[in-house]
C-alpha cells in the first residue's frame, strides 16, 4: 500500500445489517475535502438519500478523526461525528475531545462508517486490523459509566478507548450523546439515539501503529511555533486555571445567561458569586484533565465530600454548565452542579439539550400549562436541583414526562400547545441552549448553524473582545471591527469568516478552543496551514483552506435544502428573542429586531454568494467551490435559484 | 535522574507522543516511547511509567531512553506543561 503522511490512510466500513467489515483508502475523498469532518459531511451527503429517514438503517454514523490527531500538534484530540440529524431532519453533528480519536487513527483509521442495524445489540471492537462484532446483550442498559467499566474489564484493558451510549441513546432520546472517556460528550443532533436505532452500544479501539508525517523537521518547527503560540495567549490562562466556566462572571456582565429559561440574561451578581469558577477550584478540584496532547488541560476533576452528593467523583463543566443549571433553574448549590453535570454523562444525555426542555417544562409548569398531573407528581419549581436531577432520569428512560420531554423542545412544545411554543428555544427544530439577543453577531452565527441552533458554527466571540482594530479586522474578515457588543455594525463578516475556521478546525480534528474564535491571538489558518502541509506533504495556504472551509459549509447547507427543504424562514431567532426585550441588567433591553435582522441575513447570504430571496446556494457560487454535482442535484428538486 | 510528580500529571500524553518521534524521526506512536502514561479517568489521576528503569526484557519493546541526546533538552520535559516530569540539572524552558 503507498505511504500516507498525516492520515492513518484507510476508511473502516461496517455494514451492522450484514456484519460485513471492509476498509477503503481515505486518498480519495482527503484533496477535495481536507479530512475530518469535511470528509464525514460528503459521504453523510453523498450516501444519504433524502428519503432516509434519521432512524432508518439507511443512514450513516461516522466517525471522524483528522490529519493531525495524533501527532505532537496541540489539542489534535477531537472526534467528530457525522448522521442524518433526528432533531432536524437536516445534517447532524457533534464533536468530543478525549483520546478516543487519536487511538483510532494509531489503529490505521482515519473514519469509521456505519451502516444498517444489527438484530441484537453489539459493540464494535477494533484491535488494530483485527475488527469484529462482539455482543452486547450483557451491556444493553448499563449506564455509560458501567459501560466503559464493563468493556475494558471483558477485554482485560484498561489502556483501550470507549465511545458508547448510555440508556438516553438507546432509548432514542432526542437529547443524547455518545460519550467518550466517561465525560467527553458528542452532544447535540442526537447523534446517540442514531447509535441506539443501530443496536449500537459501544465502538471500542486499541490502536498500537504509527503514524508518520512527511516533512519532520518543518512539522516541528510549526508544532513548537503553534505551542508557544497557546501557552503565550492570556485565554490559556483562563482555561488552564478554571476551564471555559472562566466566562461565567462575563457572560453575565453581557447578558448572555439563560436566567429561568431566558425569561431574564442577567442574575444577581451575588448568586453567581456562590457559583464562581474560584468556589469549584478551592472547594472541589481534585485535579486538571487534558485531552490528548493538550496543553491546556482545560477540564477539571471534581469530588464532592459532604452533602447529599458525598462521594462524587468526575470530571466537570465547561461554561455551558452556568447556562444549564444556575441561569436556567436558578441552582445555587455547588455540588448540585457537578451532580447534574455528572448524571448527564452517566445516562447519556446532552447536558445543554437535556437542560433546555427540562428548563421549557419549569416554565410550562409556572404558567399553569403544565400541572402536577402531567408531571408525575412533581413540582417543578425553580431552584429545586432534585427535581431537574429526577427529570433527567426520566428523560434517559423515556418515563411519565419523560418521553415527552424526550422528543425535544420543539415537539413537545406543539404536543402540548396553550401557548408553550412561545418559550419552546430552538433554531430548525434543534433545542437552543445559547442565549441570544445581546450579541447580535453571536446570535447570527447560532441561527444560520446548519445543525441547528448552536454556537460551535458560525456564532462569534468578537463582540467580547474590546480590542480588535478596524486593520485586524478588514485584513481578517474584510469589514471594519465590530461596534460594541450589542450593534448590528459589521457583525455579519466575522461569522461567515468563523464559519469556515470552525470547518477547517473540524476537519483536521484540532479543538476549536486552540483557535482565534476564542481570543485572536490563537492558531489561525495559516498555522493549520502549515501542520497540514508538512504533516501531508500537500502543501496548502491559509486562504486555500478557508475555501475547503467554505466548500464543508457548503455542503452542509446543500444536505439541509435536499433533506430537511430549509430556506430563508429558518434562519430567524426563536420568538422570544424577537418579541421579549431583556429584563435587567448591563443588555437590559436588548432583543433582536426583524428589520435588522433580515439586514444581517441579506449580507449574510452575499457574502456567501447565495440568494437573498430563499436563501438558497446557486450555482455560481457551488461551481466555485467545484460542487456542481450538488447543483444539479439541488436544481432537479427546484431548489437552486435562477 | 529522571523525577516524575503524578499529582501534576494531567494526563495528555504529549510525552509519549514526543519521545516517540525522537526515537524515530517522522514517526508518532505512544507505545513505543521510554514512558507511560497511565490514565484512571474514574479517579482523575495519573500515573507515569518510566521504562528507562526497567531491564530490557520487560520494557515491552519500547525505546531506551537516552535522555534525548541530541536535543538542547529531553522532548518530554519540553512538552510535559504541568512540568510532571524533571530531570536532574535540566530545567524546562
Known amino acids: ?642 | 535522574m529522571f523525577k516524575v510528580s503524578n499529582e501534576k500529571c494531567t494526563g495528555c500524553r504529549a510525552c509519549e507522543v514526543a519521545c516517540s518521534y525522537h526515537h524515530d524521526e517522522g514517526i508518532f506512536n505512544p507505545r513505543a516511547a521510554s514512558l507511560q502514561v497511565c490514565r484512571s479517568e474514574k479517579e482523575g489521576k495519573f500515573f507515569i511509567i518510566l521504562y528507562s528503569d526497567m531491564p530490557e526484557e520487560k520494557r515491552e519493546g519500547r525505546f531506551p531512553c537516552d535522555l534525548c541526546e541530541d536535543e538542547p533538552q529531553p522532548l518530554c520535559i519540553k512538552h510535559c506543561r504541568p512540568n510532571a516530569i524533571t530531570v536532574d540539572g535540566i530545567e524546562q524552558r
Not at chain 1, 310 to 323: H, I, S, T
Not at chain 1, 456 to 476: H, L, N, S
Not at chain 1, 571 to 578: C, E, S
Open chain 1, 1 to 642: 500500500m503507498q505511504q500516507t503522511f498525516g492520515f492513518a490512510g484507510k476508511i473502516l466500513r461496517v455494514n451492522l445489517t450484514t456484519g460485513d467489515i471492509w476498509t477503503e483508502p481515505t486518498e480519495k475523498y482527503a484533496e477535495k475535502f481536507l479530512g475530518g469532518r469535511g470528509i464525514g459531511d460528503w459521504i453523510l451527503y453523498d450516501e444519504v438519500k433524502p428519503w432516509v429517514t434519521p432512524f432508518d438503517p439507511q443512514n450513516r454514523l461516522i466517525f471522524d478523526t483528522g490529519p493531525l490527531v495524533g501527532t505532537l500538534a496541540p489539542c489534535s484530540t477531537r472526534l467528530s461525528i457525522e448522521a442524518k440529524s433526528p432533531m432536524t431532519g437536516g445534517v447532524g453533528a457533534a464533536n468530543a475531545g478525549g483520546h478516543f480519536s487519536p487511538e483510532l487513527k494509531f489503529a490505521g483509521y482515519d473514519h469509521i462508517v456505519i451502516q444498517g442495524r444489527s438484530r441484537k445489540p453489539v459493540t464494535l471492537w477494533i484491535n488494530d486490523e483485527q475488527v469484529e462484532l462482539l455482543d452486547a446483550s450483557h451491556i444493553w442498559g448499563k449506564t455509560t459509566w458501567d459501560t466503559d467499566d464493563q468493556i475494558k474489564g471483558d477485554i482485560g484493558d484498561d489502556t483501550i478507548q470507549v465511545v458508547c451510549i448510555g440508556p438516553a441513546g438507546e432509548n432514542w432520546v432526542r437529547s443524547a450523546a455518545i460519550i467518550a472517556n466517561r465525560a467527553r460528550a458528542a452532544a447535540r443532533c442526537s447523534l446517540a439515539a442514531v447509535m441506539g436505532a443501530k443496536n449500537l452500544k459501544a465502538v471500542t479501539v486499541k490502536g498500537t501503529g504509527s503514524l508518520r508525517v512527511a516533512e519532520p523537521k518543518p512539522f516541528m518547527a510549526a508544532v513548537d511555533h503553534a505551542w508557544e503560540k497557546i501557552l503565550k495567549s492570556p485565554v490559556a490562562e483562563g482555561l488552564i486555571g478554571f476551564g471555559t466556566y472562566f466566562m461565567t462572571p462575563i457572560a453575565n456582565s453581557l447578558g448572555f445567561l439563560p436566567v429561568r429559561n431566558f425569561q431574564n440574561a442577567y442574575m444577581d451578581p451575588r448568586k453567581v458569586e456562590k457559583l464562581a469558577p474560584e468556589v469549584f477550584r478551592d472547594e472541589y478540584e481534585t485535579g486538571r484533565i487534558a485531552g490528548f496532547c493538550c496543553p491546556l488541560a482545560c477540564s477539571h476533576f471534581y469530588e464532592v465530600r459532604h452533602g447529599p452528593f458525598a462521594g462524587l467523583k468526575c470530571e466537570g463543566f465547561e461554561g455551558n454548565d452556568a447556562w444549564n443549571w444556575m441561569a436556567r433553574f436558578d441552582i445555587d448549590y455547588p455540588p448540585a452542579m457537578i451532580k447534574l453535570h455528572g448524571l448527564c454523562n452517566e445516562l447519556g444525555l446532552d447536558e445543554d439539550n437535556a437542560s433546555l426542555v427540562i428548563g421549557w417544562a419549569f416554565e410550562a409548569y409556572q404558567r399553569g400549562i403544565l400541572s402536577t398531573k402531567d408531571t408525575d407528581g412533581l413540582k417543578l419549581e425553580w431552584g429545586d436541583y432534585r427535581v431537574v436531577a429526577e427529570l433527567l432520569q426520566k428523560l434517559a428512560y423515556r418515563e411519565g414526562l419523560g418521553d415527552l420531554l424526550a422528543e425535544g423542545v420543539k415537539r413537545a412544545s406543539e404536543i402540548v400547545g396553550k401557548g408553550s411554543e412561545r418559550f419552546a428555544i430552538h433554531v430548525k427544530g434543534q433545542d437552543s441552549v445559547e442565549p441570544m439577543r445581546a450579541l447580535k453577531a453571536y446570535s447570527l452565527g447560532c441561527c444560520v448553524s446548519p445543525r441547528g441552533g448552536t454556537h460551535t458554527r458560525g456564532a462569534p466571540m468578537v463582540e467580547m473582545m474590546p480590542d480588535i482594530t478596524d486593520e485586524f479586522a478588514q485584513k481578517t474578515w474584510g469589514a471594519p471591527a465590530p461596534t460594541g457588543p450589542f450593534s448590528y455594525e459589521n457583525k455579519v463578516e466575522p461569522v461567515v469568516y468563523v464559519e469556515r475556521l470552525h470547518a477547517i478546525f473540524d476537519s483536521v480534528n484540532i479543538c476549536n478552543l486552540a483557535s482565534m474564535w476564542g481570543s485572536l491571538d490563537l492558531l489561525n489558518p495559516d498555522d493549520i496551514a502549515n501542520l497540514y502541509s508538512a504533516a501531508t506533504g500537500k502543501h496548502m495556504t491559509g486562504n486555500e483552506m478557508m475555501m475547503i472551509g467554505e466548500r464543508i459549509h457548503n455542503i452542509e447547507k446543500a444536505f439541509n435544502t435536499l433533506h430537511a427543504g430549509f430556506s430563508r424562514k429558518d434562519d430567524y431567532p426563536p420568538r422570544r428573542f424577537m418579541e421579549e426585550p431583556i429584563a435587567s441588567g448591563p443588555a437590559k433591553g436588548e432583543r433582536l429586531t426583524k428589520d435588522k435582522w433580515d439586514k444581517m441575513l441579506d449580507r449574510y447570504y452575499e457574502l456567501h454568494g447565495w440568494d437573498k430571496e430563499t436563501g438558497w446556494q446557486t450555482r455560481k457560487c457551488l461551481e466555485e467551490l467545484e460542487l456542481g454535482d450538488i447543483a444539479d442535484d439541488l436544481e432537479r428538486v427546484g431548489r437552486l435559484p435562477r
